[in-house]
């Protein structure tokens, strides 16, 4: 979780503070509410709908969803694309170019799905960081590159597959989809775990069998449809924009029935379209909002186990090899940063 971040560091390029106040405001917003391990209500002020907290899905709808479209109302936008000739199908020089990009993020996603916690939310991010640092051109990426497209997705989908083998093989489930799987196989009499391979091999090297066939069935459907569902950003403005924000009133409320939600939602796509106004990077506050809660209970649990002890964080070895990598990553994150900023004072000098 530490590791992940840490990631808010590179993510916040040219503007390091407002990137941290970002982070900031993430991490506050979920920390409203209940506490994790003992239930004690914080920062309600007496409000009985803030003791549900905060719902970071509601948080990404808002700032993403909404805050976009208020950014286009500004801009008076018609349309999205005004491109005549569109081209969905990918060439193979398109394939050749995300080609690393690709097999990076397969090994990225699938062995940081092995961790608990290490849900697709947090392996996007890592993935994309990654392939921003090893591009040859890393101003490319926030403005198209495919790079950054390729990179997140196929860690998103190497993530899911990689989250099944705790599940299987210990019984232990990763994040909470895999939870609500190991519910519903336990329903129907399949213990996860070292017996369930023996017990039962038909089923597990069926589920097996089904994630090769379900990425041929997505493959084929995806590549002649895709330009139909692209062509969706043509329609003028006045036309999307309202669908745009229905939709998204709908995924809010549709997540826990409540109202709250909508309001947050709304008010936090306020708060994107003020930051995109004042230069505030939103990716420092989104994946702020995705790791606090999971950050915050991982932490107090392992305190509870070396009886609040730090070094539990680093006299194991994959717990050390994590943290060393978060504060290599904040390092570099942070030496790129002022080095960057030496550059511009030494050629103000010159000028």
Known sequence: MFMGLSLVI???QKALLKGLI???????AATIGQDPLTGDVRLTFGSEELIAGVNFISVIIGLFAIGEVLVNVEHAITHIYEHKKLEWMPK???IKQ?????????????????????SPSVTTFVAYDVEKRVSKHPERFG???MEGVAGPEGANN???????????AFGLPTGPAMAVLLGGLMMYGLQPGPMLFTQNPHFVWTVIASMYIGNVILLVLNLPLVGMWARIALLPFPILGPLIVIFSI????SVRYLLFDIWVALIFGVLGYLARKLGFPIAPMVLASVLAQMLEASFQQSLLISQGSPLIFFNRPIAAVFMVLAFLSIGRGLWTEFRERGLEVAEEDND
């Open 10 to 12: 590179s993510l916040s």
């Open 22 to 28: 970002s982070m900031a405001l993430g991490l506050l």
């Open 92 to 94: 193979w020089s398109d």
């Open 98 to 118: 995300c080609a690393g990009a690709m097999i990076r993020s397969s090994f990225i996603g699938f062995f940081l799905g092995l961790l608990p916690g290490c």
């Open 143 to 145: 403005k198209g590159a």
């Open 158 to 168: 190497a993530t899911v597959s990689g989250c099944f083998v705790p599940l299987f």
């Open 250 to 253: 709908i995924g809010a409320y």
